[in-house]
């Protein structure tokens, strides 16, 4: 894993966050960030989060692009023994044998306890301390400003992607999910420090074979970092999750494939082999299937995306660095990245008129194929190979979340390949909500009683336009200002 998280500003967007932050954490896509399993003898498992979700998964975590790293003291940590460094850079050498990128610069290497990596992530950085403050202004009189929302989980609340949290201060599903995987963390890369960081009790000791994947797994990530600049692409998507979502794909397939290709498994492998570019039924009891795919995506499709790559691709693996793919699409459809098919770009009008005071936008995004495949396995999970089917003519997206007190709207248009593609998904998306219990009006309004949400799916030849909200108002003047 690496050390930094990453988080949703305040404009729907990635961006960094702190170690141990409270913000809200994309999974990847938010993720985005999966931690490594399977680490150490049993500890004590975060109260946020279940014990189905620390029980199977078995991957190491991603290293996610950071902004230039501040310097401070290193984490307390001891070298690694002499025999064991000596077994890592064996291992680093074949890694760079395997895949043609020898090491440019030393990466140093630690043992540390899990006491220890949980202060580490626990500790705000120098950087991040606020300054003081000046002498604050005479109060202006008026209302309090609103209440800052992530955009990212009150669109997920309010499609029913995740349970809708009782209150703002509860802690999102995404940070519960990275609460309860820290305390099993195998280890982690620093791109800042050139460092690696292991667990020292780690299940099957510092030379068993989950050690040495684990050592395989994140050396691939400090090779990647000195063969491509991850920082500067990450910056450029950072507004864009369907994007950094494939980047993320990317940097664990390829770690992934390493470990097979160099010790002969992955320690993903022990959780479950992957079938290529399909939708594996849910696995993990109490949490969100939206919540696990994001946490297995990066592993299997992109594990996928970098084996084929590698055998169709004319530079092989080295080309996707090159040029490294845009969408999810790409991921999921290799011929669609080797054909160079990129996403039509999707601007939204401005719904600020139409809505008048009081609503404010909360922040905007892309769901790409792969999260609008979630939004329709809410109400289609038995009919999964359906799904595919119907969002693979996905041609680009872009949604926009507003708010006004507790009222919630959601504007997302989507453009398709042809006509026939458009249709197709229109009709899923509204199979998928008449199964979770929507009634249907006039053929393209869905309600539903209990939450007070209602969708308004329109199409329109090669477009497909989808309003939902839990204001009644709101939708009769934004249906009226979009023409639908």
């Given at each position: 894993m ?57 991957a ?22 002499p ?168 940097l ?17 492998s ?63 459809h ?65 949604w926009r ?41 006039d ?25 939902v ?16």
């Amino acid at each position: 894993m690496m050390r930094r998280l990453l988080r949703w500003g305040p404009n729907g967007g990635l961006k960094p966050a702190a170690r141990g932050s409270r913000q809200v954490i994309f999974l990847a896509f938010l993720i985005a960030i999966v931690i490594a399993c399977g680490g150490d003898e049993p500890d004590e498992p975060s109260a946020t989060a279940t014990q189905e979700a620390t029980a199977t998964i078995e991957a190491t975590a991603t290293p996610v692009p950071q902004p230039a790293a501040t310097p401070r003291p290193r984490p307390e940590a001891n070298a690694f023994p002499p025999e064991l460094q000596a077994e890592a850079d064996r291992l680093l050498q074949l890694i760079g044998d395997q895949r043609g990128t020898p090491l440019e610069h030393p990466v140093d290497m630690f043992l540390l306890s899990r006491d220890q990596a949980r202060k580490f992530y626990s500790t705000p950085e120098p950087a991040e301390t606020p300054t003081p403050a000046p002498a604050a202004p005479t109060p202006t009189p008026g209302p309090p400003p609103p209440p800052a929302l992530d955009a990212r989980q009150e669109t997920y609340e309010l499609l029913g992607l995740v349970p809708k949290r009782e209150n703002v201060e509860a802690p999102t599903v995404q940070e519960q999910q990275v609460e309860n995987l820290i305390s099993i963390i195998t280890g982690f890369y620093d791109d800042g420090y050139k460092a690696f960081y292991m667990i020292e009790t780690i299940n099957g000791g510092v030379f068993g074979p989950l050690a040495r994947s684990t050592i395989v797994h994140e050396l691939v990530h400090a090779l990647q970092y000195q063969q491509a600049d991850i920082q500067a692409i990450g910056n450029r998507r950072g507004a864009n999750s369907d994007a950094m979502t494939a980047l993320l794909s990317v940097l664990e397939g390829d770690a992934v494939n390493t470990e097979n290709l160099v010790v002969g498994f992955s320690t993903r492998s022990t959780y479950r082999q992957p079938v290529c570019f399909t939708i594996p039924a849910p696995a993990r009891t109490g949490t969100p299937y939206v919540v696990e795919r994001e946490l297995d995506v990066w592993y299997e499709d992109g594990l996928c995306f970098v084996r084929a790559i590698a055998e169709q691709g004319p530079d092989g693996i080295a080309g996707i660095w090159e040029r490294v793919p845009s969408t999810m699409e790409q991921i999921l459809h290799p011929e669609k990245y080797l054909a160079g098919e990129e996403a039509r770009e999707v601007s939204l009008k401005s719904l600020d008129t139409a809505l008048g005071a009081g609503w404010r936008n909360v922040g905007e995004n892309v769901f790409g194929e792969f999260g609008l495949q979630n939004v329709l396995l809410t109400g289609l999970v038995a009919d999964r190979p359906g799904v595919q089917a119907a969002v693979a003519g996905w041609g680009g997206d872009r949604w926009r979340l507003y708010a006004n007190g507790d009222s919630r709207l959601l504007y997302l248009d989507t453009v398709w390949d042809s006509e026939t593609d458009a249709t197709e998904f229109a009709a899923a998306l509204g199979r998928a909500l008449t199964s979770r219990g929507a009634t249907a009006g006039d053929g393209e309004t869905f309600g539903f009683a209990a939450t007070g949400v209602t969708w308004k799916v329109v199409l329109r030849g090669d477009a497909v336009t989808v309003v939902v909200t839990n204001d009644p108002g709101a939708l009769g003047a934004v249906a009226a200002d979009l023409r639908l």
